[in-house]
């Protein structure tokens, strides 16, 4: 079952707006961990923020930052004041406890000069 | 800097061949690395796990015979791509989570094999 859904294949933001990027997740292990990571075309893996299941309080990196709604299951991922820079894939993934991190299917973001 | 290596960036090799891809970790030791494959415009797809001192663990699917995991050393685990055919031209990636507590991740910069 897929644990990790990320609906927007793709986004497209004008430059200098802000942009919501979704993702749920589906656990029952209550020690979980949740990781964005931002891969451009060049392909490596970009860590942008992470959100731990017992954190009250949302995370925030910079110009990025989460939407964590645990009772829902999800954990949006917020970029404010875009950047052209900011175009690649954008992937969700979860840990659960200490096991392996899977993946959501991504979504491409675009953004527009 | 980056904190988890990989070797090589890209690999061309004919069919039949065998290939090996070597990930280290830089300035941490990983008693553990994951092995990820990622098939043009997917999502990353966990192929195993490395366990320094002990057998890999594999998911569902991925063939430990073809896909032979080596966990030599606390900051080296390599990854050789048996007999390689033309279906297992892939992105690999590998990565190793940092400390204990597993809140950061690092992933490698991924090597590009293309078996013709």
């Known amino acids: 079952a897929q644990k990790i859904t990320q609906t927007q294949p793709g986004m497209f933001v004008q430059e200098k707006e802000a942009v919501t990027l979704d993702c749920t997740y589906d656990?029952?292990?209550?020690?979980?961990?949740l990781f964005w990571y931002k891969q451009p075309s060049s392909g490596e893996m970009i860590f942008l923020i992470y959100?731990?299941?017992?954190?009250?309080q949302n995370a925030t990196e910079g110009r990025y930052s989460l939407n964590f709604q645990k009772a829902r299951k999800s954990t949006n991922l917020v970029i404010s004041a875009s950047q052209l820079g900011d175009s690649a894939m954008y992937f969700c993934a979860m840990r659960e406890g200490t096991n392996d991190m899977r993946f959501g299917a991504g979504t491409r973001l675009t953004v527009k000069p | 800097g980056a904190v988890v290596s990989q070797h090589p960036s890209w690999v061309i090799c004919k069919s039949g061949t065998s290939v090996k891809i070597e990930c280290r970790s830089l300035?941490?030791?990983?008693?553990?690395m994951f092995w990820y494959r990622q098939f043009p415009k997917q999502s990353l797809m966990l192929m195993a796990t490395?366990?320094?001192?002990?057998?890999?663990?594999?998911e569902q699917g991925v063939e430990k015979d073809k896909f032979l995991i080596n966990h030599a050393s606390l900051t080296l685990s390599t990854l050789t791509v048996t007999s390689a055919h033309p279906e297992d031209s892939s992105f690999y990636i590998c990565?190793?989570?940092?400390?204990?507590?597993?809140?950061?991740?690092?992933f490698g910069p991924g090597t590009r094999l293309t078996v013709l």
């Open positions: 959100q731990g299941s017992y954190d009250e």
């Open positions: 656990t029952s292990d209550q020690s979980y961990g």
């Open positions: 990565s190793a989570p940092r400390d204990r507590g597993w809140d950061t991740q690092y």
């Open positions: 490395s366990n320094e001192g002990s057998k890999a663990t594999y």
């Open positions: 300035d941490f030791q990983a008693t553990t």
